[in-house]
């Protein structure tokens, strides 16, 4: 069945680093890609899409391009705030599917 | 848009007793999803609604647990009865269609004793 991998966690940076958090996936057919953050306490946020080959999804800073030759879409910021102290779940959602299946989360903890 | 709402944000229950999760959609969306977060499965999606009618229950982990939406804009999560390891968060979510993304609620957070 259609599955995602996320890099283990928790990450930690420090403020203005560069960030890559990767993401895998297998599914048939060509899925939706989400990026979605939760912040402590709270509900998920959705950060970014993509939805087909080659489309870059990108948002507050955050990109994240879908793959389909390496099956993957890692995550980046090319400088990560104390605010962006966060998990991160990246998801797929089948074309003929309704529901989102989520990798594991990765936790990032940026210090000033 | 007032988003996703749900409701209690917390609920602390001993074993036995019925626990009753609820849910307001975001006005117009015509899908709705329960989920159950946990450390060691993560996201599960446990039930999801089109147009009010449960359309996939197959997450649903036993009979214990029941869900309903009486109209477009309500829907419950019942556990009866809870055991220790129903604790969890348990988010709900509503999308416009299953072309468009899931937005979700800030989750309840279920700890039975």
């Known amino acids: 069945g259609d599955s995602v991998t996320q890099m283990e966690g928790p990450v930690t940076l420090s403020e203005e680093a560069f960030l890559t958090i990767n993401c895998t996936y297998t599914?048939?057919?060509?899925?939706?890609l989400f990026w979605y953050v939760q912040y402590p306490g709270e509900g998920l946020q959705l950060l970014l899409k993509?939805?087909?080959?080659?489309d870059k999804g990108s948002n507050k800073g955050f990109e994240a391009t879908y793959r389909k030759e390496t099956t993957s879409f890692h995550l980046e910021k090319g400088s990560v705030q104390v605010s962006d102290s966060a998990v991160y779940f990246c998801a797929l959602k089948a074309n003929s599917g309704y529901a989102l299946n989520f990798g594991k989360g990765t936790s990032l903890l940026v210090t000033p | 848009d007032a988003g996703v709402i749900q409701s209690p944000r917390h609920e602390v229950t001993e074993m036995g007793q019925e626990v009753t999760l609820r849910c307001k959609p975001i006005s117009g969306h015509d899908y709705l999803f329960w989920y159950r977060q946990t450390m060691m499965r993560g996201l599960e999606l446990l039930i999801y609604f089109n147009n009010n009618v449960p359309i996939d229950d197959s997450g649903m982990p036993e009979d214990r647990f029941s869900a309903k939406m009486p109209n477009a804009s309500f829907s419950t999560l019942k556990i009866q009865p809870s055991e220790p390891r129903d604790s969890a968060v348990y988010f709900c979510?509503?999308?416009?269609?299953?072309?468009?993304?899931?937005?979700f609620g800030d989750g309840t957070r279920l700890s039975i004793l």
């Open positions: 979510a509503s999308s416009l269609d299953v072309r468009q993304p899931q937005h």
């Open positions: 993509a939805t087909k080959a080659d």
């Open positions: 599914a048939t057919g060509y899925p939706s």
